[in-house]
Every structure is written in structure tokens, then in C-alpha cells.
């Protein structure tokens, strides 16, 4: 086999090896998500459209209503806008987290055992080589087909809301790359950087490595903001809340810390796969390394308080 690291042949041959192999998950990228959402969304605006129509019939039969909105929203649907475009949006990149998270925690599904991870390490490629194509595979592919999904899912929820009012036409399609691009904007760094921590999760879970990993980050969520709210009760008091930072400096945090954890997940990931065995070991380079990122995290959580009260006047 040709010792280089990476060699482009070598790496499209196995890519096209493992991907023959999996093609049936490409299938269920779109068709899972397209059902979840398609559902959700249908709710989303039957919750929206229902009372409006309940309040047209009242109208016209000459009773009181109580729904005082639905002129609001038959104005804005006159206009061309969705009251729903909103929560369709938030629900989209919700899942998306969420589905990405899962798609992660299967990294490693081949190799999570011992016994499965020693055949793995014998193909004709390297490990450079197989942690490309499975990124290629896990992580880069799923969301193209997640927001086809979508994009489908919102047709299938107007065809929907047509079929079952056809009195009113209060759904248009969702401007994903409009009004609407906010949310992904924002909450795609968050979501892969997520993502990013299920993967280095599967390689220290050998079974059920997502529930178990949504579990570790659930806690050290809760007990990071456990210190910051005492940092925030104890030593700073309630003036803390008047204290305003700039949004552009809260953004640039949160997104600084997505890129942090993105690189920390798949760094400490690749690390561990050239490994020859995926044991958890507290002498190994990657678990230190881990546990002193979570150290930062909880210095930061003791920091930030009084550096937003040092730096930043009252609002």
C-alpha cells in the first residue's frame, strides 16, 4: 500500500467503498427528516390558520370573536408573510441539532467495539483517509439532505393547509435564504459543534453512545450554569442585570466558543481513531486534554460575570 498519508486515489476508491456500503442511510437522511418535519409543520400552522378560520365563520354568522388577531394576520397574509415562518425556523435548526447530534453519536458505528475497530484498521487506507470519508459521510452530507427535507416538508404543509382550508391562503413558503436565515445563521455553528462533541462521545460510549453522551452534556450544561448563576448570586448581586454587552461582542463569544468545541470534538476524535484501540484510558493524551477543556469551560463560567460587569456600564 502506498505510505503516504493521503493518496487521492486510494482515498476515492475506499470513499466509494464505504459510501456503496451506506447508501441506504443517504435514503433515510431525506425521508426521516421530511416525516418528522412535515408533521410538525402541518401542527405549526393548523395552530395558526385554525383560529382564524373559527373566527371568519363567526364573523359571517354575525357572532362576537374572541380572536382579535386574525385581521393581523389576514393583512400580513395579504402582503405575502407567514405568521409561521418564525417557528418553522426554529423548529427546522431544533432538529437539525438534534438529528446532527445522532448522526454523530454513529461516527464510530463500525468500530465501537474492539473486535470490530481491529478490521477496520486493515483496509487498504489510512486513518487520515477513513475519518475524511466518514466526516464526508456523517457530517457533511446529512445536512443538504435534511434541508431538502425541509424545503419539502414546507411545500407538503402548504399543500396541507390548502387541502384542509381552502377559505383562506394564509401559508407561503418559508424564505430560508431571507428573513429566515437568521436562525440558521446562528444556530448551524452551534449544531455542528455539537455534533462535533457526539463524535468524540462514540469513541469513549462502545454502547448506546448517544443517550449516554446526551446525558454527560445535559449535566456539565447544568453544572456550568449551576457556577455561573452562584458566581452571578454570591459575589456580584443583582446589578448584574442592568449591565448590558453589545451584541456584537455576545455573538463573537458564541461563536468563538462553537469554533473552540468544533475543533476540540474532531481533533480529539481523529486522535483517538489512530489508535489501535478504543479503551478509555485517564493516562491518554485525549481524555487529559479533554478534561482540561472542561476546566476552561468552567473558568470562563467564573470569569465572564465579572469581566461583563468590569467592562460594560449599566443599560
Known sequence: ??????????????????????????????????????????????????PVVRALQDVAQGLKTRNNSYQVILEEAAQGTDRSWESIAFTTIACLTFYLAFTGSTFFLSSKHRRDYIPELTLPATTLEKALARWLRTVLLPLPLFMAGAVLADYTRIGVAHLLFPEV???????????CS???????????????????????????????????????AMFYYGVYYCNVVFFIGPEYGYHSAPHRWFYGWWFGLAVFLF??????????????SLRVDWKDGTTLALLVAVLLGLGLCLWMPHHVVAHFGFN
Open 182 to 220: 437568521f436562525f440558521l445563521n446562528k444556530g448551524l455553528p452551534q449544531a455542528y459543534a455539537l455534533q462535533a462533541l457526539f463524535i468524540l462521545g462514540a469513541t469513549y460510549w462502545r454502547k448506546k453512545p448517544f443517550p449516554k453522551t446526551l446525558c454527560a452534556v445535559l449535566l456539565l
Open 263 to 276: 475543533l476540540l470534538g474532531y481533533v480529539l476524535a481523529y486522535l483517538r481513531m489512530r489508535r489501535a
Open 1 to 50: 500500500m502506498n505510505p503516504n498519508p493521503f493518496n487521492t486515489e486510494r482515498f476515492l476508491l475506499y470513499l466509494r467503498k464505504d459510501w456503496i456500503e451506506n447508501r441506504l442511510q443517504f435514503l433515510y437522511d431525506l425521508i426521516l427528516p421530511y416525516g418528522i418535519l412535515s408533521l410538525l409543520f402541518v401542527w405549526i400552522d393548523f395552530t395558526k390558520t385554525a
Open 169 to 179: 391562503s394564509l401559508a407561503f413558503p418559508v424564505p430560508w435564504t431571507g428573513s
